[in-house]
């Protein structure tokens, strides 16, 4: 029991009091979504999702996507495949406008129960290139996350924490650790879907050596059938 509060803190301390030496900008993001997901078989979900993602509270465009996913479950392991349309607010150089972007991805996740606990963890591969684009501009990330959501008993808004790493494949167009992701949800479920609260502090490292944060808002709503 106390090893289990022990791993809990310690995601939550990682989300609280990130460190780092770097000078630092900060921006403000909203993401707004919604999703539908369809069971296909007890081992098998097809889900669709759309979301805007602006800067400030609703401010300027940054992008908007649209993506389909097909799920394999069994157990506590899960398997997907997902492929992601994304439209792109370019608003800085000399050139902007809207670029259109594709990415494919597959996960594998595991998730274990220890008590009133329920730990997460996903292993990501993807690729994204603009359309029309040569493949040497090609984005190839992995991703790893993990995190955990406190189950308590008679309330319904559990909270969860996780930590998530962007580091670049040998073969993309930039090489090293891309950012960090620190995020703090909760999920209420209404019966035939579930509303998703969270914050989300992403801290990237620059070339220039400087960080950038983004302090993320969200709200998505997730309708299954």
Not at 31 to 54: D, F, K, M
Not at 117 to 134: A, C, D, P, S, V
Not at 157 to 182: C, M
Request: a positive charge.
């Amino acid at each position: 029991m106390k090893i289990n509060i022990y791993l809990f803190a310690c995601l939550l301390s990682l989300f609280l009091f990130p460190q780092s030496n770097q000078a630092q900008t900060t921006e403000q993001k909203t993401w707004i979504g919604a999703s539908l997901s369809y069971e296909l078989h007890p081992n098998w979900e097809a889900s669709t999702e759309i979301q805007h993602r602006s800067e400030d509270i609703l401010g300027t465009t940054d992008s908007y996507f649209g993506e389909f996913l097909l799920a394999f479950k069994k157990a506590d392991v899960q398997f997907k495949t997902g492929l992601r349309y994304i439209k792109n607010n370019d608003t800085n150089g000399a050139i902007t406008g809207i670029e259109n972007h594709l990415r494919f991805f597959l996960d594998i996740g595991y998730k274990h129960r220890l008590q009133q606990f329920q730990f997460k963890h996903r292993l990501r591969l993807q690729t994204e290139n603009e359309i029309g684009q040569i493949a040497a501009r090609r984005e190839n990330l992995w991703r790893i996350k993990t995190g955990g959501v406190l189950k308590i008993k008679n309330w319904k808004l559990d909270p969860e924490v996780s930590i998530e790493a962007f580091n670049h494949l040998p073969n993309s167009n930039a090489t090293g650790l891309q950012k960090w992701r620190y995020r703090l949800e909760t999920e209420l479920d209404l019966g035939s879907g579930k509303v998703n609260i969270s914050y989300s502090l992403d801290r990237e490292s620059l070339p220039n050596g400087l960080a950038f944060n983004s302090h993320i808002l969200g709200l998505f709503y997730r309708f299954e059938l």
